[in-house]
Structures are given as structure tokens and as C-alpha cells.
């Protein structure tokens, strides 16, 4: 696993090491697997707004960081924090609801054949031109 | 798993819009060439994400019978690719094994279509993939992955041993070629795209 992200390794006891496996991931979510809107697609896009000013948890926190500089999908932040997608997936959703991020929609959440097709031969046009 | 590259390269100022995300899976069996493939063509190192799957199951022990709960982590590799026009097309590739197959659904869904790489000397591994995309009608191709250079098999051939059907386009290909993984892409967003026209 590439490890050269730097994310918080806390030793210290009740906190999440992310490099854990044996850890119970959704420990940080409260025991929750889904918040209560739609499901947030895999690739969609998270963006943060502005500096939260109250205190977040620690992931919060490092989803807050990762994801202010640059756009990063559900699955970058999975990857870098060494989380399962499940449980950033309902972090996300709660700082969306807590007004600190914004999930940019994938094609997948508004299908529609014309713009899907369209959208289809921007791709076919870029890979070719790779 | 060790990769030179940055895995936080290229990143898209905020400043600018935000990106319309769209995806391909690659499936197929286990050590196939899946990340090789997503590795020849992504912008990023291909990143490795877990998902963690719960499972229930009865069991009888000295206490009586209880419910077991059991937790399996199952990897999966993926790449990103930015297109001009603000794409960022993503790669994933998928755990190939049977029991994993009910994960895909969340996976697949608003894909363009996958790519199912195969490997003739471990053709079975291939079967529960091309079964899941032909029921669900994702768009699909069969890339037959030649290591070394060398088809070892006629394309018809490891249609009808998979029970392709014949409206599903069939290649070979090189998980390490750029080109070849490029040849692949555009095959099946070729096929995509006809599906949709109708």
C-alpha cells in the first residue's frame, strides 16, 4: 500500500490507525454504512467549502484537507485515508449535511441518452487522441 | 504494493469547474493483468481501495446455535485519466471471484461498459463476469490478454468456450501496452455508443 501520503498514524488507544486492518472501519462512521440521501456514487467528485470552523473528527479533518486543494472522487479518498469506500461514502455525506463539502454529480446521477451519448464521444475523441 | 509515481499528481484547481466524472470496469480473474492494464493508460499510479463487506452467517457451536459475523476486505485497483472538454474518466478494476459479484452493482452502475480481460490458459475465471454484464445488458467487450506477444488461442475459439454471444466485440490485447489498452477503451466505447443509438 503506498504510505507516502502522510496521513495521521495516531497510536494513541480509541484512535483509528489507518494502517490497521483488523480494525472495525465503521467505528468511525457511529456504526452507521449509509447516510440518509442518495448514495454517493464511487466516482463522484467531493469539493470543500472553505475552512470549517468548528472542531471535525479526525477523518473529517483529513477529507477536509485531501479534498481542498483539488477535486478527489469518493474512491481517491478511500485510497489515500486507507478507508473502505463505505465508510467515506458516509463521512462525505455527513459533511455535505454539515455544509463543509459539496459531491459534484457523475453522469451516472443524471442519465439522460442525448447527453449520455454526447458525453460518450468526448470520451471515445480523448482516449483517441491519447 | 510499491509505486513510483505521485499518487496526488495532476490536480485540478478548484477554481476551475468541476470535472464530469465517467467510468469503465475492467473485470476478470484474479492476477489477469487488471491493474497492469489501468497502469498503462491512467494519469495516477493506480490507487488501491478497499471495500469492506459484512457477512451474516448461522453457525452452531457448544453455546447453541448464534450468529456469526465476520468481516472480508476486498481490494480493488483503479486509475484515472483526464480527457480534454473536463473528463476525468476513471478505471476500476473489480474482484474478480464469484462471491464478490453482488459488490459490482454499486460498482457499475452509470458505467460505460467493461472491459472483461482474459486469460486463455485460466478461462473459468471469466465465466461469472461475462455472465453478470451479458444479464444486467451493460455494454461489454472480451479483451484477450496476450503475455509475451503470443495468442495462444483464435478469438472464435474462446467465444464459443465462453459463450460470448455474437454482438459482443472480441480482441486481443497487451495489459502493458498503452496503445493496445487504448485500442481496448475505444472498443468498447465504440460498442457503448451503438448500444445507446439503438
Known sequence: MPGHDGEPDTGDPGEVVYESASIRPYAVTGGRTRTSGELIPIEALVSVLGKPSTALSTEKTRIVELATAQYLSVAELSAHMHLPVGVVRVLVGDLVEEGHARVHGAVASSYNPATTLSVLESVLDGISAL | ???????????????????????????????????????????????????SLTEHSVGVDDAGERTRKTETTVAMDFGRIALPGNLWLYLF??????????????????????????????????????????????????????????????????????????????????????????QTLVLLVQHAMKRLAG
Open chain 2, 93 to 182: 478494476g473489480t474482484p474478480g471471484q464469484d462471491r464478490f459479484l453482488f459488490m459490482w452493482d454499486d460498482l457499475v452502475r452509470g458505467a460505460i461498459g467493461a472491459v472483461v480481460l482474459v486469460d486463455t490458459d485460466r478461462l473459468e475465471q471469466c465465466f461469472p463476469a461475462v455472465d453478470y454484464f451479458e444479464a444486467r445488458q451493460i455494454p461489454f467487450v472480451v479483451a484477450v490478454n496476450c503475455f509475451d506477444g503470443v495468442a495462444k488461442h483464435q478469438l472464435d475459439d474462446v467465444r464459443e468456450a465462453l459463450a460470448v454471444p455474437a454482438h459482443v466485440p472480441m480482441m486481443y490485447t497487451d495489459a502493458r501496452s498503452k496503445v493496445a489498452t487504448k
Open chain 2, 1 to 51: 504494493m510499491a509505486y513510483p509515481r505521485s499518487d496526488l499528481a495532476a490536480p485540478a484547481p478548484l477554481a476551475q469547474a468541476a470535472p464530469t466524472t465517467v467510468k469503465i470496469v475492467v473485470a476478470g480473474g484474479f492476477a489477469v493483468g487488471k491493474t497492469t492494464l489501468i497502469g498503462s493508460i491512467s494519469d495516477i499510479d493506480p490507487l488501491r481501495t478497499e471495500a
